[in-house]
């Protein structure tokens, strides 16, 4: 009886133990996903400030027409997810980085149109 009994306390374990590694596991695949989905998000709401200062007279502190010279302001240049940057500015387009502050090699990339809409979020490195 004794034998049967630490057979099972064994069988428990190993069981407890595969548990918690397929729950790691899903953690860390969500954690993931859960970066890139908030990389994502803090790029479209750059893309969003960087078209208001488009839209705003260069006499008032914008752009004039043309994302030329715009910077991303202080508040939105990092957060829990990454750090962002300005890739390029013309008249008609703003590339915009965002840079996982888990992973330095996962990039992702959005580009705003003249329109203020945002054509492309591309991910690499993922």
Request: proline share 2%; net charge neutral.
């Amino acid at each position: 009886m004794g034998q049967q009994q630490l057979l099972l306390i064994i069988l428990g374990v190993i069981v407890v133990g595969i548990a918690i590694a397929v729950g790691a596991t899903h953690f860390g695949a969500y954690s993931v996903e859960a970066n890139k989905d908030g990389i994502t998000g803090s790029l479209v709401n750059i893309g969003a400030d960087a078209y208001k200062y488009k839209l705003y007279p260069s006499i008032l502190g914008g752009g004039g027409r043309s994302y030329v010279n715009y910077s991303i302001p202080s508040r939105f240049a990092s957060d829990e997810h990454g750090t962002y940057s300005v890739a390029s500015a013309t008249v008609q387009t703003c590339v915009l980085v965002g840079t996982s502050s888990l992973n330095a090699s996962w990039i992702a990339t959005c580009t705003v149109d003249s329109l203020g809409r945002i054509d492309t979020v591309l991910s690499s490195g993922w």
